[in-house]
C-alpha cells in the first residue's frame, strides 16, 4: 500500500507542486490549508508522514506540530517542516516544537522526493532492500 502524507500548506502554488511530484511518486497524498483543518485530517487518515508550512493562516505551524505531537496515534510519525523561514533558530525551533526534520523552501523538485522518500519505509520493489543475508 502507497504510504500516506498529509500536507498542510497554505501556499496554492506550494501545494500544487508538492502534491503533483509525491502523486507523481505514487504517495497517497492528502493535503489541507491551515493547522486546524491539518489536525483534523491528520486525525481521520493517521498518514505516515506529515510535510508542515511553518507560515500558516490563524495557526502558527509550531503550535501545530505540538498540536500533532499530542495525539497519541502521531506520536511516532515523521513530521518534516516545510519553510522558507531562513532565520537562525528557526531550524532548532522546528525541532523543539516536535519536528523531525527541516525542508528549506524554495524546494528542489529532484531532491524533495529523495529527501521525503528518507522518512519513509521503501516502497516495495524499489531502492535497495535493508542488509538480507539469505544463508
Ligand atoms: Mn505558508
Known sequence: ????????EDNDQNRYLVTFLLE????????????????????????DLILL??????????DVARALRRIPALADIPIVAV???????????????????????PINPESFVAEVGSFLSPPDGDCQAPDDSRS
Do not use: N
Not at 500500500?1 to 498542510?8: D, K, N, P, T, V
Not at 508550512?53 to 509550531?62: A, E, K, S, V
Not at 519553510?83 to 523552501?105: N, P, Q
Open 1 to 8: 500500500m502507497a504510504a500516506r502524507i498529509l500536507l498542510i
Open 24 to 47: 507523481r511518486q505514487g504517495y497517497d497524498l492528502v493535503s489541507a490549508r491551515d493547522g486546524l483543518h491539518g489536525i483534523e485530517l491528520a486525525r481521520e487518515r493517521t498518514p
Open 53 to 62: 508550512d511553518i507560515q500558516l493562516p490563524t495557526m502558527h505551524g509550531y
Open 83 to 105: 519553510t522558507s523561514y531562513a532565520m537562525v533558530g528557526d531550524r532548532e525551533r522546528a525541532l523543539a516544537a516536535g519536528c523531525t526534520a527541516y525542508i528549506e523552501k
